[in-house]
């Protein structure tokens, strides 16, 4: 079975505080692949990162920090610094080869980041 | 335009009407994809071409039909439908529809059934 649990349905945090979006995921697939998307309130997914299964390597973009670790089927997703601007909703989502071209989603987490 | 364009942003429409959606992709890419996102679930691919040909289609209900007259444009035809089928209709393409392709995502259209 194919899953992705973000247990975080809301988070609160203000502005410049360091916020971590946690992302469990499940497989049997050894080879898979691993998204982030942005969804902020206009509506449309924003892609982020994409990680492959044979690449646990950690990976930073400016604030934006991922920790890919396969010993415990996790991918989570910290923001150092936030900002207002980072207010939205976050998907973590999976792609294996069992699951064919279909991501699948977890159901995100809301940020909202306050001034 | 770039990216991922869909239209209309916003529709409303009765049970007995018929409508279509419109995505069109300026990426080059050559599968393209349609997923619904309701409220409180997760969002739920629908159909899946690559090349213009239909290669996945998640049990969606015959009142939703796809087109996809060429690799930049997808429609998804409306007709019958039901006020659970209120959503928002989300549009994306990848380049050559292969498992660990990236998909961008269009704005989206938000459907309500009335």
């Known amino acids: 079975a194919q899953k992705v649990t973000q247990a975080q349905t809301e988070i609160s945090v203000v502005e410049k505080e360091d916020v971590t979006l946690d992302c469990v995921y499940e497989?049997?697939?050894?080879?898979?692949?691993l998204f982030w998307y942005k969804q902020p309130p206009s509506g449309e997914l924003v892609f982020l990162i994409r990680r492959n299964s044979f690449d646990e390597q950690n990976e930073i973009s400016g604030r934006y920090s991922w920790n890919f670790q396969k010993s415990t089927s996790s991918f989570n997703f910290t923001i150092t610094a936030s900002q207002v601007v980072d207010s939205a909703v976050y998907f973590c989502a999976l792609l294996s080869h069992q699951a064919g071209t279909a991501l699948i989603f977890g159901k995100g987490t809301t940020l909202s980041v306050s001034s | 335009e770039t990216g991922v364009t869909q239209t209309p942003r916003h529709l409303v429409m009765g049970m007995t009407n018929k409508k279509s959606l419109k995505c069109e992709q300026h990426?080059?890419?050559?599968?393209m994809y349609w997923y619904k996102q309701s409220a409180k679930k997760p969002l739920e691919l629908m159909f899946v071409y690559s090349l213009e040909e239909r290669v996945e289609n998640n049990s969606v209900p015959s009142r939703f039909s796809p087109e996809c007259p060429n690799s930049s444009h997808l429609f998804l035809h409306l007709h019958t439908l039901q006020p659970e089928d209120s959503a928002l209709y989300l549009c994306?393409?990848?380049?050559?529809?292969?498992?660990?392709?990236?998909?961008?995502f269009g704005p989206g259209t938000r459907l309500t059934v009335t």
């Open positions: 990426l080059g890419h050559n599968a």
């Open positions: 497989t049997r697939d050894t080879t898979y692949y």
């Open positions: 994306a393409s990848s380049r050559g529809g292969r498992v660990g392709d990236e998909q961008y």
